[in-house]
């Protein structure tokens, strides 16, 4: 979880838009570093959210992997 938000939680594989270094890129969940900001939707507008702190959760849990034609994008708990 980021940000000790337990409502915004993913496994480690999970694919996020961030931006690092000025730079936005996918990239897995389990490499996002403490500096790096996620891209959330805030009010139907995009807003880069700088990562403060990271947690791992130990749960099971189910988890879905969607297919979006054509992109394979899409917005999931306001985070794209």
Do not use: C, W
């Not at 990562?51 to 979006?68: K, N, P, Q, R």
Request: charged share 25%.
């Amino acid at each position: 979880m980021f940000n000790e938000s337990k409502t915004r939680r993913f496994s480690l594989e999970h694919m996020l838009l961030a931006r690092r270094d000025d730079t936005y890129i996918f990239i897995q969940a389990g490499t996002i570093k403490v500096g790096d900001f996620l891209v959330y939707d805030i009010n139907n507008r995009m807003s880069d959210v700088q990562v403060e702190s990271i947690g791992l959760l130990d749960e099971t849990a189910d988890v879905y992997d969607f297919s979006v034609t054509p992109y394979d994008l899409f917005i999931a708990g306001d985070i794209s």
